[in-house]
């Protein structure tokens, strides 16, 4: 991870989905189980001085 933040990308948001119903064919219903998601977006400055291509 130390090496992205040397290269100057830094956290910028967060996003995160709990889905507890699941779906199929139209039919709704609820079990034990859980689907997570988690976004992570990340931004960086990018100049003439620090652009690697």
């Given at each position: 991870?130390?090496?992205?933040?040397?290269?100057?990308?830094?956290?910028?948001?967060?996003i995160?989905?709990?889905?507890?119903?699941?779906?199929?064919?139209?039919?709704?219903?609820?079990?034990?189980?859980?689907?997570?998601?988690?976004?992570?977006?990340?931004?960086?400055?990018?100049?003439?001085?620090?652009?690697?291509?």
């Amino acid at each position: 991870m130390t090496e992205y933040v040397m290269e100057g990308w830094k956290l910028y948001s967060v996003i995160t989905n709990d889905i507890s119903a699941i779906s199929i064919g139209g039919i709704t219903g609820s079990t034990n189980a859980t689907v997570d998601e988690i976004i992570l977006i990340f931004e960086r400055m990018v100049s003439k001085g620090n652009l690697k291509i």
